[in-house]
């Protein structure tokens, strides 16, 4: 089977023209759920299927905690949409749901020193294979593919780091996004320090569109007065690990992962047998 085994969610305000998610996973045919505010359901509605939308739960951005003091006077970001959405998969019965900014232009697999854009669903059903084989894993997903070069080695995963933009996640965990910005990286912590692992894929990565670069989303709202708020927002609120730096002509934030020492415990009804599959990863079987 091509297809992944959890629902994808893909939160979006403002892009139902330019919907670079949402084109690329139509293109691949794998099936999706678009989550919009009321007020843009229409327009929404007149660029894709009406059965691919899900109107959110406005309540959701009065009860998100912001980690800050402004609440909804000022532009929430897609945090109270992300926990909509966590409760909803939660509703449906699912273990695990996917989650996925709406400015991804592809996705792509690493192999022998190339980035090979997928053309079906194998991508997601592979990550979520591989996440199946452990207890403890709370979050996974693929890195950017700016981040990788082709031209230099790479494990297959980076144990214990942040995972953002396209997010695996097991629904019983005891978490909930919060934060007006960062909210990525903050779930990320939360869940590393409390003993969780998180995997992050280099064998598999996003084509993501660079911030600000995207008309509509957060680039037209939270993000018009730079990086600084944001970056500062994940100091704030974990700062024991975490700077603020100047970096690339704006400010950043810097974490430290390697204090995050978790194994993967495996589940107790699989068995490890040697090999290895197309994406590199050995293969575990029942």
Known sequence: MNDPKFPLYIPSKGRYESRLTSKWLDKINVPYKLVVEPDEYDLYAEQVSENKLLVLDMSYKDKYEYCDDFGTERPTGSGPARNFIWDHSVSQGHKYHWIMDDNIRSFRRMNKNEKIKVNNGSMFAAMEDFVLRYKNVAMAGPHYTFFRSARSSSPPFTLN??????????????????????????????????????????????????????????????????????SQMLVNVHPDVSELKWRYGRWHHSVDYKVFKTKLVRQDDLKVTKGINNFGMSLVVK
């Open 161 to 230: 780091s942040r995972v953002y933009s396209c997010n695996l996640i097991k629904n019983d965990v005891p978490f909930r996004w919060r934060g007006r910005y960062n909210e990525d990286t903050i779930l990320s912590l939360d869940m590393l320090k409390e003993n969780w692992c998180t995997i992050l894929f280099n064998a598999f990565l996003q084509e993501k569109m660079t911030t600000q670069t995207v008309k509509g989303g957060n680039t037209d709202t939270i993000y018009v007065d730079g990086t600084l708020d944001k």
